[in-house]
């Protein structure tokens, strides 16, 4: 492209944000939720946005990118992609993101892509007048659906005032947090956060929810807390009530065993969170959906990538998340938007907070619904005094990567970590 639009400086500023006390197969979330807000700045006066992960040696990394793209063509992003991954080398540091996989060295050049991939699409969308959807192909959309995300949770965390969502630990409590979350966002689907009771439980919340949605696509999600004989068992149980079982058992190939006997199709966001995973999960039939995450699979354009080998697989696609903010919302709704081939409500954790760093009015929820923006480029805004005081949040809070098990050990000093646990 002649003349193109050049990149002059990146500002990467974490930020925290309150996050309840949500419980998972490995601990519970901590008080606050951690996030990096990336804005790409170019020679043509055009800002970008991108949002992504905030550990320490996340930060680090994202830092050694800049040094590389710094005076790269914001439409260059086959050469950027490759500058990162050599730029890192063999640093791959491990995953203080959550439950997304295993980390390799090509994993982590697309998590550090990611937010700069996406940012430079809001550049390319501004400079050009189209929504980042239409640089992606076209919307096929104009609202994306996502899911309600259920949490067995406590009231509030220890010695802290309760969080207004009350506490959620057994059939009753969920439902009551699935009424609430669905009357409020109007969602059409609901995913429940499993591995955290003993899996009867877990299927008598399902049940329980199936009886107060009925016709309501369920999920399911232990984190691979359950071996395979569980899983079987669990599957069993809940024919006919789950859309599907997301990560039961750890690892492809008691997947695959599990999927073998499972009358539900199996989906997952950590037995295939990178490129070089697809081709064995093919083979063995492990999973049947892959839930896409551009923030690890390498940005917008990579997931479409993705996108299409599902389709060629005959893979089902759905979208996972983290706790997240505005800027990853849009960047989600876009891609969903622009990708035929996503017909799962996506998950979303944006219930579960109480403060962000866009302007508000750009993303709403309708009917369980976002409306895919329509200006140009992602379509968000940041707040600047918002950002400011998450930037301060984030220097006081002292937290600097996510450690659900080490802050539950610090609550229970029982607690252990175990995949499988039951
Ligand atoms: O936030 C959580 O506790 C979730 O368990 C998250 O870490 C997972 O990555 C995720 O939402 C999932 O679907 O596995
Ligand atoms: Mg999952």
Redesign the pocket.
């Known amino acids: 492209m002649s003349g193109g639009i050049r990149i002059t400086g990146v500002d990467i500023t974490p930020v925290a944000f309150h996050d309840p006390a949500?419980l998972?197969a490995v601990g519970v979330?901590e008080p606050y939720a951690l996030r990096a807000i990336v804005e790409v700045h170019t020679d043509q006066g055009i800002t970008g946005l991108g949002e992504t992960y905030a550990d320490d040696g996340h930060l680090r990394r994202l830092r050694a990118a800049v040094e590389v793209i710094t005076g790269m063509d914001v439409h260059t992003l086959g050469g950027m992609h490759r500058r990162i991954s050599e730029a890192l080398g063999g640093d791959t540091g491990s995953d203080g993101h959550?439950?997304?996989g295993m980390i390799t060295s090509s994993s982590t050049a697309d998590r550090v892509f990611a937010p700069f991939e996406v940012a430079c699409l809001d550049i390319q969308g501004k400079a050009a007048g189209l929504p980042v959807s239409d640089l992606l192909g076209g919307a096929v959309r104009d609202r994306v659906p996502f899911s309600a995300y259920l949490f067995y949770k406590w009231a509030g965390h220890p010695g802290a005032e309760p969080d207004g969502w009350g506490e959620a630990l057994d059939p009753d409590g969920i439902v009551a947090q699935a009424r609430r979350m669905t009357a409020e966002y109007g969602f059409g689907a609901i995913k429940l956060?499993g591995g955290v009771m003993p899996p009867e439980e877990e299927v008598e919340a399902v049940r329980a929810l199936h009886k107060a949605f009925p016709g309501v696509p369920l999920r399911l999600?232990p984190?691979a807390a359950w071996t395979v004989e569980t899983s079987v068992r669990v599957a069993g149980e809940l024919d006919g009530v789950l859309e599907y079982l997301?990560?039961p058992t750890p690892g492809q190939q008691a997947m695959a065993e599990v999927a073998r006997r499972a009358p539900m199709p199996l989906a997952t966001?950590?037995c295939v969170v990178a490129f070089d995973e697809l081709s064995s999960a093919v083979a063995r039939d492990s999973v049947q959906v892959v839930?896409s995450d551009h923030h690890y699979w390498g940005g917008l354009q990579r997931s479409l990538l993705l996108a299409g080998i599902c389709r060629t697989f005959d893979l089902g696609l759905s979208m996972?998340?983290?706790?997240h903010l505005g800027i990853s919302l849009a960047a989600m709704t876009h891609l969903a938007a622009a990708t035929p081939n996503l017909t799962y409500a996506c998950?979303t954790?944006w219930p579960w907070k109480s403060e962000e760093v866009v302007v508000p009015g750009a993303l709403e929820f309708a009917d369980g619904a976002v409306r895919v923006p329509t200006t140009p480029g992602l379509g968000v805004e940041l707040d600047r005094d918002a950002l400011a005081r998450l930037h301060e949040q984030y220097v006081r809070c002292g937290l600097r990567e996510r450690d659900?098990t080490g802050y539950m050990q610090r609550i229970d000093p029982s607690y252990e970590r175990k995949s499988p646990r039951w």
């Open positions: 949500l998972n979330h959550g439950l997304t956060k999600d984190n997301e990560d966001n950590m839930l996972h998340s983290n706790s998950d954790h659900d």
